[in-house]
């Protein structure tokens, strides 16, 4: 990495962990029934990051600031290793490589929509409310098959959301199309990391005592934070991320992209 990059890398990693860190501590929301993944919407500091100064600025400011948060909030560095740094480092990794690639916007806004179509189908088949309901029962927690169609239907409803913007973004602020796309495959390739490490780690370990020391957590729970990973993220990315990039842009040009293949 280039100079500039290892100073934004500590810079962006202080930015996400104490900025990330102040805003739990007002606002302390867990992932529903499953908790582990806090609500974060400092996303969008290392997203304006990878598309500023690339992918390995991005990726690795995201890691070492979601590794210092985690430790600080629920203490537990080998869970953070598993799930939370190699999401941030993969996701925000995307985010800085695709948004510098020339895209073949038809084709990638159609192989998006075919993409967020399938997952919403498997969100469907896979989550079986009975299921969930008597698993958190048995943990004391009192929800209805109500609360899951609702929690699955977020998701849907982010991913509607979130192509929407895309193709708003696409028609109204082509210089955008780039970072959009990619805020969208990145997050959704970090929130399915998170699902996936949160529970094989729970397989093989036992939670912090903050999570009620879970142990071995059914597939449907890295399912529900897959979903509440990307709904509650996706629109910090979008809505906040393209304004910020437009006035570093203006105010330093030469830090602006050239698209590459």
């Known amino acids: 990495m280039k100079a500039v990059e290892v100073a934004m890398v500590g810079i962006g990693a202080a930015l996400y962990a104490g900025i990330g860190y102040v805003s739990f501590a007002i606002l302390p929301v867990f992932a529903p029934f499953v908790g582990i993944v806090r609500f974060w919407p400092v996303v969008f500091i290392p997203a304006v990051i990878a598309a500023l100064f690339g992918p390995w600025a991005g990726g690795t400011s995201a890691a070492i600031g979601i590794f210092i948060s985690d430790v600080l909030i629920h203490g537990d560095p080998l869970l953070s290793l598993t799930a939370g740094v190699t999401s941030n480092f993969i996701g925000f990794y995307l985010v800085g490589l695709l948004s510098r690639m020339n895209l073949d916007w038809k084709k990638t806004v159609a192989g ?96 912090p005592k903050s999570f009620n020391s879970q142990f071995q957590l059914p597939y449907y729970a890295g399912l529900i934070l897959f979903i509440w990973t990307f709904s509650t993220e996706i629109p910090f990315f979008l809505i906040l991320g393209p304004p910020i990039l437009e006035a570093c842009y203006r105010a330093f040009p030469s830090l602006k992209p050239q698209p590459q293949k």
């Open 112 to 207: 998006l929509g075919i993409g967020l179509s399938f997952l919403v189908v498997a969100g469907y088949l896979l989550i079986n409310p009975a299921l969930v309901v008597n698993y958190y029962s048995s943990l004391g927690v009192s929800i209805s098959t109500n609360d899951v169609v609702q929690g699955v239907s977020l998701l849907v409803g982010a991913f509607i959301f979130s192509y929407a913007l895309v193709i708003v973004i696409w028609l109204l602020k082509p210089a955008w199309r780039n970072y959009g796309i990619a805020s969208v495959i990145g997050l959704i390739v970090g929130s399915a990391i998170i699902g996936v490490g949160v529970w094989g780690y729970s397989q093989l370990f036992i939670m």
